[in-house]
């Protein structure tokens, strides 16, 4: 059985190369749902780990984007055993990062944590209008749409994005969630969210309660 | 009644600029560019300071909203009084009573922005020592993918040669082109001068900031029907 603690490490110190070697071996061995779901969460403990010394200043943004990068590998090599048993979607999530605002490792980081859980998530990309996000819920009818951003302006724009879906009367067939630094509890009350968040993996775990 | 400015690093020429047009000589507490790339950092130190203070009236914040950076701050002990922007860049960008719509895709320099320990230029010398320069490349493709633009704002506070030089080296190993575009230092003669109208929040002592001084999303009602 793969380390687990070593792993989370190796993905905390950004070393590629011994991350996606202990991934290959581990498919290699053809584990269950179970086993690669615990390695799923120590990627995402070593993701943990990266933010944390970007806080402190010790990795550059430059490494934040390695490590979304590298998460997103690790995924691509686990997805063949990840879904094992149950390859049916537990549900879907329209995501996007709101009008305005350009950044995305936040939104991309869910994302890859959001698929890796089972969700089938429809990336609407960056500065996506109200008007987009209407028209996909309308299509897709997702039970979850998550919104990100990180610009003051972002928390007008996910505001307006729930005015717009209420307006279309599709506010109350889902669930709205955000994330990104300035979301707060006030914003989420403001803007009509159903939950915020600044950390992914507690988003994903927030998603998993309303599909339950 | 006696004032102190407190200011980013990032904006110092353009500070310096509207302090020599105003003829304004209040004191000036300079804080590190880099404090803007963790707004919660930037929090903490800024109360630092303004909790230190005595004897002012009225602290002018030569800031923006600045993603959250600065909601929070309690007005312990002055007034403070702060520009309704969002950050340095609308804060030059901006035109006097036009709402300011930013470009898109587009990353935005000044001298300062260049400056910083954790300037977009210093990133790319990180990268390029971390992962070899051709990884560092792909990477800063990656990271501005949803980038067109280099603009380099003109706020006539600097000279522009020297920027515009590392501008088009940056852009070049992004990919990026570079623009030009005029700015202006109005707002920040405005904080030096006032009048503090609708440009400005202002929190009396014992305050403490909010959103809705930014005029974001929380200044809207809070019983919006559901
Ligand atoms: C990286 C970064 C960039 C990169 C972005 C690369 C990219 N592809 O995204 C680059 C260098 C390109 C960039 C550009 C700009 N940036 Co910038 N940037 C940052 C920085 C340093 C980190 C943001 C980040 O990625 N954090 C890491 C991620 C992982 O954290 P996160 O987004 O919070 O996401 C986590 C959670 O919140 C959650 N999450 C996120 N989204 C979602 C969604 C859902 C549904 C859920 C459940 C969870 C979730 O999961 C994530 C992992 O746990 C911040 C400062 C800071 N420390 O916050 C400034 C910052 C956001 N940028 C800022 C600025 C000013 C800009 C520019 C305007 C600068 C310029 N000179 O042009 C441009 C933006 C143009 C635009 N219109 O968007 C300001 C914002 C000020 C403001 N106006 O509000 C900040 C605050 C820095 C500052 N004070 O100056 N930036």
Same mark, same amino acid.
């Given at each position: 059985?793969?380390?687990?603690?070593?792993?989370?490490?190796?993905?905390?110190?950004?070393?590629?190369?011994?991350?996606?070697?202990?991934?290959?071996?581990?498919?290699?061995?053809?584990?269950?749902?179970?086993?690669?779901?615990?390695?799923?969460?120590?990627?995402?403990?070593?993701?943990?780990?990266?933010?944390?010394?970007? =806080?402190?200043?010790?990795?550059?943004?430059? +490494?934040?984007?390695?490590?979304?990068?590298?998460?997103?590998?690790?995924?691509?090599?686990?997805?063949?055993?990840?879904?094992?048993?149950?390859?049916?979607?537990?549900?879907?999530?329209?995501?996007? !990062?709101?009008?305005? =605002?350009?950044?995305?490792?936040?939104?991309?980081?869910?994302?890859?944590?959001?698929? #890796?859980?089972?969700?089938?998530?429809?990336?609407?990309?960056?500065?996506?209008?109200?008007?987009?996000?209407?028209?996909?819920?309308?299509?897709?009818?997702?039970?979850?749409?998550?919104?990100?951003?990180?610009?003051?302006?972002?928390?007008?724009?996910?505001? @307006?994005?729930? +005015? &717009?879906?209420?307006?279309?009367?599709?506010?109350?067939?889902?669930?709205?969630?955000?994330?990104?630094?300035?979301?707060?509890?006030? #914003?989420?009350?403001?803007?009509?969210?159903?939950?915020? !968040?600044?950390?992914?993996?507690?988003?994903?775990?927030?998603?998993?309660?309303?599909?339950? | 009644?006696?004032?102190?400015?407190?200011?980013?690093?990032?904006?110092?020429?353009?500070?310096?600029?509207?302090?020599?047009?105003?003829?304004?000589?209040?004191?000036?507490?300079?804080?590190?560019? =880099?404090? $803007?790339? %963790?707004?919660?950092?930037?929090?903490?130190?800024?109360?630092?300071?303004? %909790?230190?203070?005595?004897?002012?009236?009225?602290?002018?914040?030569?800031?923006?909203?600045?993603?959250?950076?600065?909601?929070?701050?309690?007005?312990?002990?002055?007034?403070?009084?702060?520009?309704? !922007?969002?950050?340095?860049?609308?804060?030059?960008?901006?035109?006097?009573?036009?709402?300011?719509?930013?470009?898109?895709?587009?990353?935005?320099?000044?001298?300062?922005?260049?400056?910083?320990?954790?300037?977009?230029?210093?990133?790319?010398? $990180?990268?390029?020592?971390?992962?070899?320069?051709?990884?560092?490349? @792909?990477?800063?493709?990656?990271?501005?993918?949803?980038?067109?633009?280099?603009?380099?704002?003109?706020?006539?506070?600097?000279?522009?040669? %020297?920027?515009?030089?590392? #501008?088009? &080296?940056?852009?070049?190993?992004?990919?990026?082109?570079?623009?030009?575009?005029?700015?202006?230092?109005?707002?920040?003669?405005?904080?030096?001068?006032?009048?503090?109208?609708?440009?400005?929040?202002?929190?009396?002592?014992?305050?403490?900031?909010?959103?809705? $001084?930014?005029?974001?999303?929380?200044?809207?009602?809070? $019983?919006?029907?559901?």
């Amino acid at each position: 059985m793969l380390d687990l603690q070593a792993l989370t490490k190796a993905v905390g110190d950004l070393n590629e190369q011994q991350v996606l070697a202990m991934l290959k071996e581990f498919v290699a061995t053809n584990p269950g749902n179970e086993e690669t779901v615990a390695v799923v969460n120590a990627c995402q403990q070593g993701m943990a780990i990266v933010g944390e010394l970007f =806080d402190q200043k010790e990795y550059f943004v430059g +490494d934040l984007i390695f490590a979304g990068e590298l998460l997103s590998s690790a995924i691509d090599i686990l997805k063949p055993v990840l879904g094992g048993e149950s390859t049916v979607t537990v549900g879907k999530i329209v995501l996007g !990062t709101v009008e305005g =605002d350009l950044h995305d490792i936040g939104k991309n980081i869910f994302k890859n944590m959001a698929e #890796a859980a089972g969700f089938e998530v429809i990336d609407l990309g960056i500065d996506v209008p109200a008007a987009t996000f209407v028209e996909k819920v309308k299509e897709i009818k997702p039970e979850i749409v998550g919104m990100s951003g990180v610009l003051t302006l972002a928390l007008d724009s996910m505001k @307006k994005t729930v +005015d &717009e879906l209420k307006t279309a009367g599709l506010r109350d067939g889902v669930k709205v969630i955000i994330g990104g630094n300035p979301v707060t509890e006030e #914003a989420c009350r403001v803007i009509g969210a159903d939950a915020f !968040t600044t950390n992914a993996a507690e988003g994903v775990k927030i998603c998993q309660g309303w599909v339950k | 009644m006696s004032k102190v400015i407190i200011a980013c690093q990032t904006i110092s020429d353009e500070l310096n600029l509207a302090m020599r047009a105003t003829g304004c000589s209040y004191p000036v507490i300079r804080m590190a560019s =880099d404090y $803007h790339m %963790d707004p919660n950092l930037l929090r903490a130190k800024l109360q630092e300071e303004i %909790d230190k203070l005595t004897d002012f009236q009225d602290v002018l914040l030569a800031y923006g909203c600045c993603g959250n950076g600065l909601v929070g701050l309690k007005a312990s002990t002055a007034g403070l009084i702060i520009p309704r !922007t969002e950050d340095c860049i609308s804060m030059v960008l901006s035109r006097p009573g036009e709402k300011f719509e930013r470009l898109k895709r587009t990353y935005f320099l000044t001298r300062g922005w260049l400056q910083g320990s954790k300037s977009i230029a210093a990133e790319y010398e $990180h990268a390029c020592e971390r992962y070899g320069e051709a990884r560092a490349r @792909k990477l800063f493709k990656f990271m501005l993918k949803n980038y067109n633009y280099l603009m380099v704002i003109d706020t006539g506070a600097y000279p522009l040669a %020297d920027c515009l030089s590392k #501008a088009e &080296e940056l852009a070049g190993n992004t990919g990026l082109e570079v623009v030009v575009s005029k700015g202006s230092v109005w707002l920040l003669q405005k904080l030096l001068t006032g009048p503090y109208d609708e440009d400005f929040s202002v929190i009396p002592r014992g305050g403490t900031v909010n959103s809705s $001084h930014f005029g974001m999303a929380g200044a809207a009602p809070a $019983h919006q029907a559901i």
